[in-house]
């Protein structure tokens, strides 16, 4: 099926209307609603986000995607002016080390069950993940179908922000020695939930790891 071919004007039309469309809106915005509000194929809608990612790289604005969705932010670089003239609070810069690897693991795995991640971990993920979802780097996202229905988390549009991410996609790549079906590890005998909660008030203090780095 041929695309419907338009002039130069009217592509430029087409990017100010998506513009305009994306400003307005809420939230993230499906690219199938953008096509059908403004009558063109998905694939016209694309390109013209592309235009507009190439026209963003040197201003104060980015299009963040997430699945098949995209919405309108600003730069990550400019988040601490931005939050300062909102008088919003920042985020601490770092986490702890318990918050970073239930992070890590939704963010490769996601959507993902409190009891997947605490298999991964071999430790209960109860108060890193309060800590995630009250800082807005998570948020549900469904529930999976089976007994007890339980609640499945992924990364939130914070999230992309936070790390300065456009798409899933620029996560680093994961070591090509991991071994996805490797046995999770195991806590120390005795060791208790109250170990975490402790880890998490230490966060300060801890070393930047390489998706911290990222969020610098």
């Known amino acids: 099926m041929t695309e419907p071919t338009t002039s130069q004007n009217q592509t430029t039309d087409l990017q100010g209307l998506i513009e305009s469309i994306l400003f307005v809106a ?3 915005v499906p690219i199938t609603r953008l096509a059908r509000t403004l009558g063109v194929t998905a694939s016209v809608v694309r390109k013209a986000l592309k235009t507009l990612d190439e026209t963003y790289a040197e201003r104060g604005l980015r299009l963040l995607r997430i699945d098949n969705t995209v ?3 600003t730069a990550p670089e400019n988040s601490e002016m931005v939050e300062t003239f909102l008088g919003i609070e920042v985020l601490p810069s770092r986490l702890s080390q318990a918050a970073l690897e239930v992070l890590s693991i939704i963010a490769y795995m996601q959507p993902v069950t409190r009891p997947q991640i605490d298999e991964v971990r071999g430790v209960n993920s109860d108060g890193a993940l309060r800590t995630l979802l009250s800082r807005g ?3 549900e996202v469904g529930r999976l179908e089976g007994p007890g229905r339980p609640i499945l988390y992924g990364t939130s549009p914070e999230f992309m922000q936070y790390f ?6 620029e996560l680093p790549a994961l070591p090509e ?7 999770p590890a195991t806590s120390a005998e005795g060791e208790s939930d109250t170990s975490e909660a402790e880890s998490e008030a230490l966060d300060e203090s801890e070393e930047p790891t390489e998706m911290e780095t990222q969020a610098d």
């Open 26 to 28: 809420s939230g993230p």
């Open 71 to 73: 919405q309108l932010t």
């Open 137 to 139: 780097l998570l948020e």
């Open 164 to 169: 300065g991410l456009s798409d899933l996609a």
């Open 177 to 183: 020695n991991l071994d996805p079906d490797a046995e």
